[in-house]
Structures are given as structure tokens and as C-alpha cells.
């Protein structure tokens, strides 16, 4: 192959993945559903081991088990590659990273994505393996897998999922190739690490891998996340830029009625079912978000910070403060309110108001039947490097749901169908609805508006 290849490329703009093991075997158990799937899907992808055992009779049979194993995922022969590399004594030296590089530019192959293992990982060559990857592929996304057998699990961080139920008999079958091993390689373990995985995100039977964005690979960053089937990673990854989220919540503008004191658990609810949700799909040791409703570091975290401003209309001084006088946002609450039935989402463009729906008893006193919110989406106007999300509703119930949007696998669905990524030149605002008496909340589609930058 020559420099046209990367013509080519463009034009058919075939996408292209390469997954680095350092045994034989290793890929297989990590993530040979996510190869085969790839391979089904049209990806040109290449298959690589790094080493070789020192005996020779073993190193043939293994290194044959492993061009099997490739055979079955449909990987081509001539993507399936070889460095022969000593096996136990991996090293990430100018020369391993070197003979990788190497060996692919003979190949003509210039992966998009690599994958390869985690370095949450306590065997030598598996750690070494993602040093050298890293090193030889410095502008792209990094992958890495799980190997049952030495992975620590509690520094496994994976962000991307990929859905491998239907590819679930392939991989058996490419894991049963490697027939010098099957003391070794433990099919239920593989198969009950992914499922653990699966059930807290919603999928039946995903591939984890976390993600490594180098320097210069953001380009690529859409196409890791189209192989992702988590809705609330593909939502959250792009907009927290690797950075934490402050949420700004609840100081109250003045004081409530007795008789809708409601709103303010509730929107203590979202607050929990946000922080909930990242507790147990975000994988991160570190708390990815805090909380404040500190008046002097308030200012500070607007400037500075990834910031989600959180309120019902009542509750919440920062909204009137910072949120109303944004350019762009379509949707305020209206807070000049004599009684809290006055409360409304405005539209700035045709002025109208929306309420939420009461029902009155005999005795004066009143419930809510539906309420609604605002759920905005955009660069931080402050620090457009960061993002700012507002989730407010007409009452708490409202924010409940704009919360609940944020959080919910179907719902995230729903909104990433129309929220387009990155947020370089434009953000989102819609309206969420949360119907009380049915317990259902909602994505009115129809209000969707496009802010757009200056
Ligand atoms: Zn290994």
C-alpha cells in the first residue's frame, strides 16, 4: 500500500480499529465480541500480540491458536500481526515502541482507535503492553480492556460499553481456539465480569473498556463514542471536559407557603438520584461532582467550574441572578409571582406562560398534578471551556424530572437523539415534563430550542 491509502480513507471514510494484546489469548478474553463487532459493522480491523514464549514447540502452537482466534472474529490474515516480543520481561523501551510502529507501517495500517489492556492490571506484560501503546500512538483514543485473571477491579475505570450479546458465541468460540489454555482461561469469570458491568448501565451482556483521550485525539472522540451503549456515558463524557461538576442548588429567595413545601424535597431528590446515578455507572474513585450553595464560592465555581444550577423556581437566587440574563436561552422562569400559582415557564419568544396543573380541595388548600421544567444544555457563558446545565422546573417536581433526564438511560436516549456534540456552537434547551398523577416524565420534543453562540 502506498500514501493514497489515506485518500482513500477519507473518501469511504471507513473507520479503523487495532487491538494490541500482550499474550496471545489476552484479546480474546477482553474484548473479542467488540472485534468481531466491529469487523461485522465494516471496520478494517487489525490484531496484534506482543510476545512469544522462549520455548519454541509452545510458541508455534500458540502463536497458531491465536491466528484461529483471529480467523473466527474475522479479522484478515493480513491485519493479523506478530512482534514476538519475550514474553514475562515486557518493556515499554524506544525499541518496543519502535518495532509496533514499525510493524503496522508495513502494513499499511493506521489505526483510528486502538484498544489494548488496562493498566488496572497486575501482571507486568499487561501493563507494559498499555505503556507501549500509549507511547506509540500518541494522538489517539486508547481503549483498555480487562483480563479477569490479574485485572484490580477497583481501578478499573471503564466510560464506553459496547453491546456483545449477539456476539457472545463467536467469542466462546475464538476464547475455545486457544486449546493449550483452557485450564487458563475461565469462560464464567469473562462472562460474570461483564454482566456485573451490564446490569448497573442497562445492556445484557456489554464489553467495559475505559478511555484514554491523548493529547490531539478529540477529533476521534465521536467515533469511540458511536460504539458506546450507554446513553448516560456518550451524555456526560463530552460535557464534564475530564473535569468535576459543581452543583449550585437550593438557596431560597424567599419564604415558602406551608402548603408547597413539596417543591424543595423534591428537588432534593434529583440532587440525590444525579449524584446516585454517577455513585454507581461513573467508575471514578474520585467524586465527580460536589455541591454548593455557598454565596462567595458560588461566584467563583460560575467562572471557573463545570457547573449544573439546580432549582425550582422559588429556590434558587443563582437562576435570577446569573441564568435570566444569558444570551441565547429561550426558557425562564418567571418569578414575579404574588402566589405560587403565578409561577411559569416563559417563552421569550412568544411570551407565553406555562403553568404547572393544581387540583384545588374543599379546604383550600391545593395539589400538584403536573408540573414542568426547563432543562438547558450549553457552554458555561462565563468559561466557555466548561459546561453549564440548568435543570429548572415551575416547582420541585420539575426539577425532579429535568434530573431524572439527566440521569435515566431511556430518557438520555431520547435527548441524544437531538443534542448534537460537541456544544462548540450551539446549546440546547427543552422542556421536561413530569406528569405526578401518572408518575411518567417526558421529553416535550417539540419545544426543543437551538441556542446558538455568537
Ligand atoms: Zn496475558
Not at 467469542?171 to 458491568?197: E, P, T, W, Y
Not at 464560592?297 to 437562576?319: P, R
Amino acid at each position: 500500500m502506498n500514501k493514497d491509502t489515506t485518500a482513500e480513507k477519507t473518501v469511504f471514510s471507513r473507520p479503523s480499529a487495532l487491538f494490541v494484546g500482550a499474550h496471545p489469548d489476552d484479546i480474546e478474553i477482553g474484548a473479542a465480541g467488540t472485534a468481531a463487532k466491529l469487523v461485522h459493522s465494516g471496520w478494517d480491523v487489525g490484531y496484534c500480540i506482543l510476545t512469544k514464549e522462549s520455548d519454541a514447540e509452545t510458541a508455534e502452537t500458540r502463536e497458531r491458536e491465536a491466528r484461529e482466534a483471529a480467523r473466527i472474529l474475522g479479522i484478515p490474515p493480513d491485519r493479523t500481526m506478530f512482534l514476538d516480543l519475550s514474553d514475562s520481561y515486557l518493556e515499554v523501551t524506544g525499541e518496543t515502541v519502535g518495532r509496533l510502529r514499525k510493524v503496522l507501517e508495513e502494513n499499511g495500517f493506521n489505526p483510528d482507535i486502538v484498544f489494548t489492556h488496562t493498566h488496572a492490571d497486575s501482571h507486568n506484560d499487561h501493563r507494559a503492553a498499555y505503556d507501549i501503546v500509549l507511547a506509540a500512538f500518541r494522538k489517539k483514543p486508547i481503549l483498555s480492556f480487562a483480563v479477569v485473571n490479574s485485572l484490580i477491579r477497583s481501578e478499573f475505570r471503564p466510560k464506553v460499553f459496547v453491546e456483545t450479546v449477539e456476539y457472545a458465541e463467536v467469542k466462546g468460540k475464538a476464547l475455545r481456539a486457544h486449546r493449550s489454555q483452557d485450564m487458563r482461561i475461565n469462560l464464567a469469570a469473562v462472562g460474570n465480569l461483564n454482566r456485573g458491568f451490564s446490569s448497573d448501565i442497562g445492556c445484557s451482556e456489554a464489553e467495559p473498556f475505559e478511555l484514554i483521550m491523548q493529547e490531539g485525539a478529540e477529533d476521534l472522540l465521536y467515533l469511540v463514542l458511536s460504539l458506546n451503549d450507554s446513553p448516560f456515558h456518550n451524555f456526560w463524557y463530552p460535557l464534564l471536559h475530564e473535569q468535576p461538576l459543581v452543583l449550585i442548588h437550593s438557596v431560597p429567595v424567599y419564604r415558602r407557603k406551608k402548603d408547597y413545601g413539596w417543591s424543595a424535597s423534591k428537588e432534593q431528590e434529583g440532587v440525590e438520584f444525579l449524584y446516585e446515578s454517577f455513585a454507581k455507572m461513573w467508575y471514578d474513585r474520585n467524586p465527580v461532582m460536589s455541591k454548593s450553595s455557598d454565596n462567595n464560592a458560588v461566584e467563583d465555581h460560575l467562572y471557573n467550574s463545570n457547573v449544573l444550577l439546580s432549582g425550582s423556581a422559588a429556590s434558587n437566587q443563582f437562576i435570577r441572578t446569573y441564568f435570566d440574563h444569558f444570551q441565547g436561552p429561550r426558557y425562564i422562569i418567571d418569578y414575579t409571582m404574588p402566589d405560587y400559582k403565578d409561577l411559569a415557564i416563559v417563552d421569550r419568544v412568544s411570551g407565553k406562560k406555562r403553568y404547572a396543573r393544581y387540583l384545588e380541595d374543599d379546604l383550600g388548600s391545593s395539589m400538584l398534578l403536573k408540573d414542568a421544567g426547563i432543562l438547558t444544555i450549553m457552554n458555561n457563558p462565563m468559561r466557555t471551556t466548561r459546561t453549564f446545565i440548568g435543570c429548572m422546573g415551575i416547582h420541585g417536581f420539575g426539577t425532579l424530572g429535568c434530573f431524572k433526564a439527566l440521569c435515566m438511560q431511556g430518557l438520555l436516549r431520547e435527548l441524544l437523539a437531538f443534542i448534537e456534540f460537541p456544544l462548540q456552537d450551539k446549546g440546547f434547551q427543552i422542556i421536561i415534563n413530569n406528569d405526578i398523577e401518572q408518575g411518567s416524565i417526558s421529553i416535550e420534543k417539540e419545544s426543543l430550542h437551538v441556542i446558538p453562540y455568537p
